[in-house]
């Protein structure tokens, strides 16, 4: 059964005219998996709540189908913030009410005993135990209808994964996803039309405003208000999601006064910079931002993959975690495939026309790198990240391992996609794959899973917030998202993201007041 | 203007020729597309596409040693160079042929001719809206 979408009682999109305000308990800025389970969570306590998105609130029967529309109607500033470094590295994220719940792939890994332990190495096993977090855990899976891919859902080219995992007796699985309905439609990226994924802003958003909670969307939060040590609001200005030309972007300005606290779920990209344009001055503000970088290898089959059909991504293997990467299908829209199949003119063309034919499997780094996230003078924020030379070489040995999986499943060829080496591969020239360059450049990265920035810990100058995620310093703030993870996890974090966010929420809402 | 389009157009159905069986990038849907974008899309992106195609045109020195503008090669030549660009040691040409690459992506990949001709389902008609109350 497909999520119901609930009318809100309280929803307020781009407005024009005369500033409006709003009197709350508590103001939750993002509509993500933190902000919006953080927000639900507040709201189910009794308290009133009002959520502030950046981005139009879509519903699946509005959602793009091309690739050109989910960059316009979705994803945050288009796709185009970048990681700085050695390399151009781009992050996808959403720019919607459910933000990047809308365009994942929905995918829930429970948070690795490995990565509690390594948290409670750092001082943060009290609030965030293996217990609380699996109960947390079991309750999600429960509430958003988790299930493992199976049959139509996965297709030929996420069972050729796990049929060449099993063939070298490695961990394979299907995937587990908050998708209950899921009919295979390959379109996760550009948001489920059928609305089988249960997207924040099909349960939580709607379930905020069901409850009394007042939703803003279209609405840009400039800055939180700080009142003697203290956040009292938050304040900003409706933006346009799609002004005409001339037409300004701009609209009214908003005020939203919270008696009881703020929750910051921007993202790891926007959490870190609202609390800079605050006028927050911590040493690790924008300190310790992290990624999990990957790349493609595609196989090209002697048969027909049609990697479009069934769902996105539908096969996963954890059987390299030790090695830092893990390895999942993952399909590609053809518009995007075009950009990662390698080379140019006619013989690309070529290339291309074995498209129906190939199927995508990617490389999933668990980086050591850090980077810094700055607020942008002309709007988006500044990221700066560079894999390491050894995240690069586990991504080579992740791809090396895609490589001989494809050759395992039946493929005739691979395209590798490294710069310096060969544009296809056969099945006896793969130890060039074992000597391709260590330059971060020579690969075509992809960031979505992103960590950091406001961290948390137990060392005031080497984090943000303490482990019950209040802000230092100013009372009555907190982060509630990817930017307080303090490490990263290895695995998909929106399950972690969402348990970690009910978690503080809770402990909010069952205080008289916050920290 | 106009002659500048054209140009646009010009390099990304070099950058994505028809194959045996696909067709080539669209020029009027192409023409369409960059339109769009000069009405829709942020400034970046903007900025990044012209300039690409300012490098493509402007780059033949360094990957067929011809001295001349790329829309003054014979279409052997012009080929090769497009090839070239896109693997050529210098990280600025082969982002800026991923950024043609990527812009002609979004118009060939949702052309419903190639997508029937690849076995692929033609995209639906999409609304933009969203919720306004």
Redo the contacts between chains.
């Keep these: 059964m497909a999520a119901d979408v609930i009318a809100p009682r309280a929803h307020l999109s781009f407005q024009t005219g005369a500033p409006v305000e709003l009197d709350v308990d508590y103001v939750v800025v993002g509509s993500g998996a933190g902000g919006a389970a953080a927000a639900a969570t507040l709201a189910r306590s009794g308290r009133t709540v009002c959520l502030c998105e950046r981005g139009p609130w879509r519903d699946p029967e509005h959602y793009p189908a091309t690739v050109y529309g989910a960059m316009r109607d979705l994803w945050a500033d288009w796709g185009t913030l970048f990681a700085r470094g050695r390399s151009m590295i781009p992050i996808l994220q959403a720019s919607c009410v459910g933000g990047t719940t809308v365009i994942n792939s929905a995918i829930v890994v429970r948070t690795p005993p490995t990565v509690l332990a390594e948290w409670a190495e750092l001082g943060l096993g009290e609030v965030f135990s293996e217990t609380a977090m699996g109960a947390e855990q079991d309750e999600l899976e429960r509430e958003l209808g988790v299930t493992q891919m199976k049959g139509r859902q996965l297709m030929e080219h996420s069972e050729a994964l796990l049929r060449a995992l099993r063939s070298r007796d490695l961990e394979g699985h299907a995937i587990h996803r908050n998708a209950r309905d899921c009919i295979g439609s390959g379109q996760c990226l550009q948001g489920c039309r059928e609305g089988a994924k249960t997207s924040t802003n099909l349960c939580w958003v709607p379930e905020v405003a069901t409850r009394g909670g007042t939703v803003l969307s279209c609405a840009s939060v400039a800055r939180v208000l700080i009142e003697r040590g203290r956040a009292v609001g938050v304040s900003g200005r409706f933006v346009h999601p799609a002004p005409a030309r001339g037409q300004r972007r701009g609209g009214s300005r908003f005020v939203v006064r919270a008696r009881r606290g703020v929750l910051v779920a921007a993202s790891a990209t926007g959490s870190a910079p609202l609390l800079e344009r605050s006028g927050l001055r911590l040493p690790a503000l924008g300190r310790g931002w992290r990624g999990q970088p990957g790349a493609a290898m595609l196989g090209v089959y002697p048969h027909e993959v049609h990697m479009e059909r069934g769902t996105t991504q539908g096969a996963a293997s954890l059987a390299f975690s030790s090695e830092r990467f893990k390895l999942e299908s993952l399909a590609l829209p053809l518009e995007l495939l075009v950009a990662r199949v390698g080379g140019a003119g006619v013989d690309y063309a070529r290339a291309l026309e074995q498209a129906p034919r190939m199927a995508m499997w990617v490389a999933a780094v668990r980086a050591e790198a850090q980077g810094t996230v700055r607020a942008g003078r002309l709007g988006p924020p500044v990221v700066r990240y560079a894999p390491t030379r050894r995240d690069t070489e586990r991504l080579r040995q992740g791809l090396g391992r895609l490589a001989r999986l494809h050759f395992d499943a039946g493929a005739e060829k691979v395209l590798p996609g490294i710069h310096g080496l060969p544009g296809e591969l056969g099945p006896d020239e793969l130890t060039a794959l074992d000597s391709a360059p260590v330059d971060n450049r020579c690969y075509t990265w992809v960031l979505s899973h992103l960590f950091g920035g406001c961290v948390m810990g137990n060392d005031p100058t080497r984090s943000v917030v303490a482990e019950d995620l209040h802000v230092r310093g100013v009372r009555r703030l907190h982060v509630v998202d990817a930017a307080c993870l303090p490490t990263t996890l290895g695995v998909n974090p929106q399950h972690t993201i969402m348990a970690v966010a009910r978690i503080v929420a809770g402990r909010i809402a069952n205080e008289e007041g916050t920290t | 203007m106009r002659w500048w389009r054209r140009r646009l157009v010009g390099v990304m159905a070099?950058?994505?020729?028809?194959?045996?069986?696909?067709p080539?990038i669209d020029p009027d849907r192409c023409a369409e597309?960059i339109e769009?974008l000069r009405?829709?899309?942020?400034l970046?992106?903007r900025f990044s596409l012209h300039a690409s195609v300012a490098v493509f045109l402007l780059s033949p020195l360094v990957t067929v040693g011809r001295p001349c503008p790329a829309s003054w090669l014979s279409a052997e030549n012009l080929?090769?160079h497009?090839?070239r660009?896109?693997?050529h040691p210098s990280?600025l040409l082969?982002?800026a042929?991923?950024m043609?690459?990527?812009v002609?992506?979004?118009c060939?990949?949702?052309d419903p001719a190639?997508?029937r001709a690849?076995?692929?389902e033609p995209?639906?008609?999409?609304?933009?809206?969203?919720?306004?109350?």
């Design positions: 070099c950058a994505l020729p028809a194959g045996a069986t696909t080539g597309l769009r009405c829709e899309a942020p970046l992106i080929d090769r497009t090839a660009m896109a693997r990280y082969r982002q042929m991923l043609i690459k990527t002609a992506g979004l060939w990949g949702a190639v997508r690849l076995g692929m995209y639906p008609a999409e609304t933009g809206e969203w919720r306004r109350m």
